[in-house]
């Protein structure tokens, strides 16, 4: 509890002002302090002319023996320094060294802990990493010296990387595939044999940016994953009798599937509704795999312009597909999943169609539903969602895990730092493609500022703004996801209450930092920049503080003189986070009027007198009556005329 009030309090330490340090600004809508723009990244929220990123390419040879459960591979990692400035070494991520006895996480999840690995110990075992020479005298290849730090691993280069230069790295590695890897990737058997979800599955560079150099933060479970951008040459290895689903398209078809299976995958390409490439009648069928002498089989897949590769493989996954605009939707499932599986590609395409049509057209030839132990986890291209998962929840899982192409796959923000920004952000879009598919459904738990308020009454919130790793675990999903989902559901419908307004300035975000790697101040000032909107005092309260909103109407009184009469509404607002009014007038004639205050009346403090000609006598005053605003304390929102003595 220590750590978390010392984070609060830095929190709400009072941001720079403009005015004299003498004049404490303590006013709610004081300008956020945000750093300093500059040419890399801008005032308007777009990145500078002068912005730069790392870029990493990766050539994987892989091989799982599932006797072993091993995977071996090697890597070639090809690293551009597009900093300006000169490295003398390379930061990896060992995610699989989480599972080392003595890791940092294992020390501090509970062993049935969800981001635990249930008593599993593994980890990476690295045979050699050199870099590769391939002119000059020196060619050839650098036995390089390493250093570990837990799940990090700091690659010594042989020379320094110069501004605008290219590393060659290879590296060879080994690790068990844990059972249940931290319900991110695992392995899980079934009737038909193991099926395998693979991921953080070879040694990744970490992100160097201009914000604060090598980003290496330990992999400590709860917290997710920050890479960069690059093309991907996959090779993975498998018993003759699995199917292979991966980030990438598949080059090789020709050699790994039948010729039913091809006809049937190009029709598919093609088709609306669903088609099945593998149906249950043909799953773990000899026919079912082409003839070989060999016992094995190489899958090769390329990706571009992809964070990372992640795979699954399995002997008994049934394999179902449809289109949609030229991108090939895919489910893999084994036939001991939840029957509703069978829906899967269907809930998978309208994901895809509704996030493209609404936000930002999906980029990439394929997107995959893999059922497996995992209870959902997204990586590029390819979801894991839970093989129990059946119904609503299977449609809510599979449309969440795919929202995650858009946050953080294309736009590549900081998961470990800023889980909000990938985590509330999805979930703000997933509260319109169910809206979308159930055309009879509200928004619940999403975005529901009832649900919310009662929440926030608790004084369990946490700021969204703290890192993964440092919410408490039940309070993951309200900080990371429901506040900042709820938040951007409160602008858009109710804040601003301008819906075109806030959708173009959300896509002018996510084109800007497509493929790029924004920071919460990027995305604040690219919305403000966009909605023509100074949102300090929104961002602020929601975002990096518990601030709670609680509008009163305290007393209303009428005036009469020449002109006529007027009510003076007295209104206040005790909580710390101001927030427009809509009022209810109801006058003696039984009439109502509905009249919206800007969050602006509170500019001068937290009380505020409106005050209206009416045509009669006022005997109802009511704020919120629609329940849009999370108001935590509903009783002192109504006045009402006492009646006549
Ligand atoms: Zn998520």
Redesign the pocket.
Known sequence: MLALTLVLAALQQPAASPLPPQVGDTSPFRRLALPAPNEVREGSGRPGPRYWQQRADYTIRATLDTATHTIAGSETLRYVNNSPDTLRYLWLQLDQNIYKANSRGAALNPTDARFAGRGFEGGYTIDYVRAVRRVGQAAGRIPLATSGNGTMLRVDLDRPLAPGGRAELELAYRFEVPEHGSDRMGREQFAGGWLYEVAQWYPRVAVYDDVRGWNTEQYLGQGEFYLEYGDFDVSITVPRSFVVASTGTLTNAVEVLTVNQRARLARAARSDTTVAIIPKTEVGQPFSRPAGPRPTLTWHFTAKNVRDVAWAAAANFIWDASGYDGILIQSFYPPEANADWARSTEYARHSIKHYSEKWFRYPYPTAINVAGPVG?M?YPMIVFCGHRAGDRGLFGVTT??LG?EWFPMVVGSNERLYAWM??GF?TFINIYSTLAFYSDTAPRDRGNAIQWARFAASGLDVPSMLPADRVPPPLLGQAE?NKPATGLYLLREHILADTARFDAAFREYIRRWAYKHPTPADFFRSMEDRLGEDLSWFWRGWFYRTDVVDLAVDSVRARTDSTGTSALVYLSSPGALPMPVDLRLTYANGATEDVRLPVEIWYLGNRYTYQRKVPTEVVKVEIDPKQNFPDVRRGNNTWQKSASP
């Open positions: 959902g997204e969440h895990e995650h990938d985590e999805n996801y």
